[in-house]
């Protein structure tokens, strides 16, 4: 087991250099420096010397190679660099800073998605064609549909303008530091509400469809009609035997979106003017910060690597079929 | 809402400037009732789309650090609500006769935000940093004439110029910075590493820093030792709003003080009692201008009948109506009207079908093909035009011009590009034929750059190929000289010109909306916008909302 977790870590090494490699080159292919940016792009201040000033400041005047052999030098040593932004403060600086607000937001969404999508899933497969289940799958549809800015601008003007209960932007009111303790978190709930409201309608949609087809091949099993003959009542059928089974799919969902928490969502963040990582890696793009995008992808492709891993590692701890393959493919 | 650098800066722009004139009449009554008495305090709350990238506005280049920069730092000069350069840390000068020497008196009671007094020594720090090639600064160019900065006592200035040169005087709005604390980073080359870039910055401005959290709020408090006396408003809040949508439901929650609206939010969407009760709306010409250039090397548009004929089959009114909603005035050059150099007496081009299918067929496009479409050569008349992403405005004035030239017989396909790649793989490579784009103008009229058939190179900003020698001579003039009743006769000629050859088809200047709460009270709506004197702004104590700090 350790053996085959190794072996996978060591192969996700040139995965990942690859994975540097070719998004290195793709943003430096884009059209726009951020010399050009920062002098005023096509402004009469915009003079060559300054330019020329900032490309020397970034290495932007060597070659391709050159720069990406100083960038790797230096990542391996887990030196980041510094952001081409003119704060040029540190990247690991600027994105601990932005990581807390965008994992806290995630973590609450991922968890009140997976404890509300696991019953509707398993109610919806159980009841199949019930009303229950109709009402979930339009529910689900409509879920899907509805872009996020869009509910979001709906939630804002019901919440926020029409009735006043919830604040519309940000994370704390500006008169937060002379609130009481308790008042200090209410406030800073009642700014993730809406958030997380609109960033789980979404995920909610997917993650119960995942769950109910799941469950619905999982009833159709020869055990499960064993165990429904064994006398087993209903309960303990689908609670103890189906459910088990019907989860596994699901961790593997969950695996791959765990990179997914780091990222942060560019469309939730913006709107609700959170200062995530969403936000974070927009307006470096924006401002061909190589920088700061760099050491985002970094940290996203590895955690995706790493969570692929924990994802067939999981798998196989809680399904003994794949542990038995696992052996076998060993002798 | 964007405050304005202190510069005059000509950009081809995606965002908006400001400034100009005019405020809706029927607010301009209710604006301070004399009973209530200006008074310290309170809380402004502005929505800034973009996180600042710093705090020395000297080293950065985009408009949010500027508007707080403004608060925390003085020029030598700025701006006075009729746009006149009026001392700001400079009391007094005196330009030579020559125009060669310019000496500045400073005021004697200015303090750093630390404490240190204000001197002479910092000005002339403030220009060898401008001047340092290690300093990435934008802004070095307005410094390119000067020969030499001397101090010969802690309060005087004494710069000497190398040529007269037009924009000696407004150049000096430049944030002062303070020597006693940023020498060393500046020696180094590291101004933009200066812990003072980051936190606590130090300048002589009405507002000190008070804190910086990124992607979230700038927070700054008044000055209580400000020369000017401290500011009425206690504390000004920036905060960091990124979607315009969410700026305009925070406004409607009186989440924020003041925003700028667009057409459509300004004339449709804010009509209701509330709205008006809890606001004041402005509106004035921005400081930009829309228009569709040509590619004069094309021997089509080359033809000065040609774009004439275009000029008389636009109706600009309409496409103001129609894309703003009627929010903005035609241009018939490239100086807002109501400034100093703007001409009014030049040639109008009036919407004319029958003077424009006149001038096209003097330029030998008479005969039509199956489709309509007029033919020279056995050519048929058709173009691309080009503007660039994320501007529905300069979108839609796209396809209004494309209805237009139908009309008259000519073939429109109207391409839409990506900003980056539009800049880079078309403007600066000359790859159009025609393009939809606004220039941001200064408050200088020297417009040199733009029109000068020197300034034709890839990276340069005369990207129609616009040669005219007439037109050099005067913008050299206009340029050289340091006297505005010889400059205005410069550029008086000059909007002659340009009305007559239409190298361009100036279209409109778009209004500024802001609205501001209207609890605050002292804001004088002028040709310079409405921020110039927000050092005067109050809240009378009874309308006070934040009783913090």
Avoid at chain 1, 173 to 194: A, G, I, K, P
Avoid at chain 2, 14 to 34: I, R, S
Avoid at chain 2, 362 to 384: H, I, S, T, Y
Wanted: one cysteine or more; a positive charge; proline letters at 5%.
């Amino acid at each position: 087991m350790l053996g085959y977790a190794l072996r996978r870590l060591f192969l996700a090494i040139p995965l990942l250099l690859g994975i540097t490699f070719v998004s290195f080159l793709v943003i430096h292919l884009a059209p726009g420096e951020p010399a050009e940016i920062q002098t005023g792009d096509l402004s009469v201040q915009s003079d060559a010397q300054a330019r020329q000033l900032l490309r020397e400041l970034y290495d932007l005047d060597k070659p391709l190679h050159v720069q990406y052999t100083k960038w790797l030098t230096r990542i391996v040593r887990l030196d980041f660099g510094k952001s081409f932004s003119p704060d040029s403060r540190p990247v690991l600086q600027k994105i601990g800073e932005r990581l807390p607000v965008t994992l806290l937001l995630n973590i609450i969404e991922m968890l009140v998605i997976v404890v509300l999508a696991v019953p509707i899933g398993v109610l919806a497969a159980t009841r199949q064609y019930s009303l229950f289940d109709k009402v979930t799958t339009v529910f689900v549809f409509v879920g899907f549909a509805t872009p996020d800015f869009w509910l979001a601008l709906l939630l804002m003007i019901l919440f926020g303008v029409q009735l006043g209960w919830l604040p519309i932007s940000g994370l704390r009111s500006l008169n937060w530091e002379y609130l009481s303790f308790w008042r200090q978190q209410w406030d800073f709930v009642s700014h993730l509400l809406l958030p997380i409201l609109v960033a789980t309608f979404g995920g909610l949609a997917g993650f119960s469809r995942y769950m109910r087809q799941s469950m619905l091949e999982v009833v159709r099993q020869d055990y499960i009609q064993s165990a429904r003959a064994k006398g087993l009542a209903e309960a303990i059928v689908i609670g103890k035997h189906a459910l088990r089974n019907a989860l596994l799919p699901i961790v593997t969902i969950l695996g791959l979106s765990l990179p997914g928490l780091i990222g942060g969502s560019v469309i939730v963040e913006s709107i609700f003017a959170i200062p995530g990582m969403g936000q974070l890696m927009v307006q470096a793009v924006f401002e061909r910060d190589y920088p700061v995008i760099m050491g985002n992808l970094v940290i996203v492709a590895t955690l995706t690597l790493v969570a692929n891993l924990v994802a067939d590692v999981t798998y196989s701890l809680i399904d003994p079929r794949i542990r038995v393959g696992v052996r076998r493919g060993r002798r | 809402m964007k405050r304005r650098a202190p510069f005059a800066r000509l950009a081809l722009i995606l965002a908006l400037g400001l400034a100009g004139c005019g405020v809706e009449a029927d607010l301009v009554a209710d604006h301070a009732a004399p009973s209530e008495k200006p008074a310290h305090g309170d809380t402004f709350i502005e929505a800034l789309t973009g996180n600042i990238s710093g705090l020395i506005p000297n080293v950065l280049s985009d408009s949010a650090s500027f508007e707080v920069g403004s608060l925390i730092y003085n020029g030598l000069v700025t701006r006075d609500r009729d746009l006149n350069l009026i001392g700001e840390l400079a009391e007094s000068w005196r330009f030579s006769q020559d125009c060669l020497d310019l000496e500045f008196h400073l005021r004697r009671n200015v303090r750093w935000h630390d404490g240190e007094p204000f001197t002479a020594a910092d000005v002339v720090f403030t220009y060898e940093t401008m001047i340092n090639p290690k300093t990435p600064t934008a802004y070095r160019e307005d410094f390119r004439a000067v020969a030499s900065v001397e101090a010969p006592d802690p309060y005087t200035v004494h710069v000497r110029y190398t040529q007269p040169y037009a924009k000696a005087l407004q150049s000096w709005g430049i944030w002062m910075l303070p020597k006693h604390v940023l020498e060393p980073y500046v020696r180094e080359g590291r101004l933009r590493d200066a812990p003072q870039n980051r936190s606590n910055p130090i300048g002589t401005g009405a507002y000190r820093f008070k804190e910086w959290k990124p992607g979230e709020k700038v927070v700054l408090v008044a000055n209580p030792d400000y020369f000017e006396g401290r500011p009425y408003i206690s504390r000004v809040v920036y905060r960091i709003i990124p979607s315009q949508a969410t700026i305009f439901l925070e406004l409607k929650a009186k989440g924020v003080d003041s925003a700028g609206l667009t057409a459509l939010q300004f004339k449709r969407q804010t009509e209701y009692p509330a709205f008006r009760k809890a606001y004041h709306k402005y509106e004035y010409s921005a400081n930009a201008y829309t228009y569709l250039g040509f590619n004069l090397r094309d021997p089509r548009f080359a033809d000065r009948r040609v774009r004439q004929a275009f000029a008389y089959a636009i109706n600009k009114r309409e496409l103001i109506d129609g894309v703003l909603l009627g929010l903005g005035r035609e241009a018939t050059g490239p100086y807002k009207p109501g400034t100093w150099a703007y001409n009014p007496n030049v040639k109008r081009f009036a919407y004319d079908m029958d003077k424009a299918r006149a001038l096209l067929a003097e330029a030998g496009w008479k005969e039509r093909n199956a489709d309509g479409l007029l033919v020279r050569n056995g050519q048929p008349f058709a173009f691309e035009l080009l503007t660039n992403q994320g501007n529905d405005e300069r979108k839609k004035v796209a396809e209004i011009v494309q209805a237009s030239l139908k009309e008259l017989g000519v073939q429109v396909d109207i391409r839409v590009i990506e900003w980056a790649s539009f800049l880079k793989e078309y403007i600066k490579k000359r790859r159009f034929e025609a393009i939809i784009l606004g220039w941001g103008i200064g408050l200088d009229p020297d417009q040199y750059e733009i029109w000068h058939s020197s300034k034709t190179g890839p990276d340069e900003l005369n990207q129609i190929s616009y040669a005219n020698p007439e037109v050099d001579a005067l913008l050299e003039q206009g340029r050289t000289s340091c006297h505005q009743e010889e400059r205005k006769k410069s550029y008086a000629r000059l909007q002659e010109i340009l009305a007559e050859d239409q190298p361009i088809v100036f279209l409109y200047f778009r209004d500024a909306l802001p609205v501001v709460s209207s609890r605050v009270r002292g804001i004088v709506p002028s040709a310079n916008g409405i921020l110039y004197n927000f050092n005067e702004w109050y809240v009378p104590k009874h309308l006070q909302r934040y009783t913090a700090g």
